[in-house]
């Protein structure tokens, strides 16, 4: 019996007429992301912290793809005033989105807070996503099959939310810090399923994680013990961003995904492979937990989705 052909960039449908926002599009998985999706003909939203490197990473793209659709707009995750400016710049020139891709990400680095006081990774990779999402979420609702991929990690199951100290001024641990601001992630994928669902929106919630990749955010991490590592040591275990960007290509892309479903490599310790469902931890499914951390970042976001607090689904 011949095996299953394992999902790759080739089998992406075309995305003609379809248009994605994604998150640290400039670099790494997301700079993958956004390819593959320009070469079977999406318009992408490069959402970028510094515009250089955005148009940077869009002349290259377009140099492969001249027929490229690209946009490239500041967006600062860490700072809410500045996903409400980008936020807003695209609604005043798009009437629908099809897809957003919550991707960008930090890690490790010293112990650092955002413009309104949060900490660094919890700020960019939970809170900004937040309320991205949820400024953007009616014009998703109009769109052609929508979704929101939230980009985690396999580092979200040793993970708990310090609901006590989410900032960390009691005792800052860089890379628990981290892991938490994943879990947050899921916790957040997961709640806004359910919350979609109840609501019968047309819009789906997907996770992924990309395994063990060879990007920026883990070669060139800020501390010397974490590049030695992470950018040395273990290197030779990565996958590339092209391979570790398929989990997240698979839940944007793939015909009949459902919401709520969770995508990662295939391989042994889900470090690397094929893009299949695997299965997030406890933590990010408990009901308690979500309801906390939903009703926590409406606060401290100021965004509100509209959408009904729900007891236990399944997924």
């Known amino acids: 019996m011949t095996e299953p052909q394992k999902w790759t960039s080739a089998h992406i449908p075309d995305q003609t007429g379809r248009v994605f926002v994604v998150t640290g599009a400039n670099s790494g998985l997301g700079l993958a992301t956004t390819r593959a999706l320009v070469h079977r003909g999406a318009t992408v939203v490069l959402a970028v912290r510094d515009e250089q490197k955005g148009r940077r990473a869009a002349r290259e793209l377009t140099a492969e793809q001249p027929d490229a659709r690209l946009e490239v707009r500041r967006l600062d995750l860490a700072d809410l005033d500045s996903v409400r400016a ?30 309104q006081g949060h900490e660094l990774q919890f700020a960019a990779h939970h809170l ?36 006590d100290d989410l900032d960390g001024n009691r005792g800052y641990r860089p890379m628990a810090f981290y892991n938490q601001s994943k879990l947050a992630n899921a916790v957040f994928g997961h709640e806004l399923h359910l919350r979609l669902t109840a609501a019968a929106s047309p819009v789906r919630s997907l996770l992924a994680h990309p395994g063990y990749s060879a990007t920026h955010i883990v070669t060139g991490a800020p501390t010397p013990l974490y590049r030695l590592l992470f950018g040395v040591l273990a290197r030779p275990l990565a996958q590339s961003p092209d391979r570790g960007a398929l989990p997240q290509l698979y839940a944007a892309t793939r015909p009949g995904v459902r ?57």
């Open 128 to 163: 900004g996503h937040f309320a991205l999402t949820g400024l953007l979420l009616d014009l998703l609702a109009a769109g052609r099959d929508p979704r929101v991929v939230t980009v985690t990690s396999i580092n979200h199951r040793r993970a708990r939310i310090r609901f």
């Open 259 to 315: 919401s709520g479903e969770f995508i990662g490599p295939d391989g042994p310790g889900e470090l690397c492979g094929a893009p299949a469902r695997v299965e997030l931890a406890p933590a990010a499914t408990d009901a308690a937990t979500g309801r906390r951390l939903w009703d926590l970042s409406e606060r401290l976001t100021g965004v509100r989705f509209g959408l009904p607090a729900v007891g236990t689904l399944g997924v």
């Open 86 to 115: 980008f936020a807003h710049g695209v609604r005043a020139d798009h009437p629908r989105l099809d897809v957003l891709v919550n991707n960008a990400g930090i890690m490790a680095p010293p112990h650092t807070l955002s413009p």
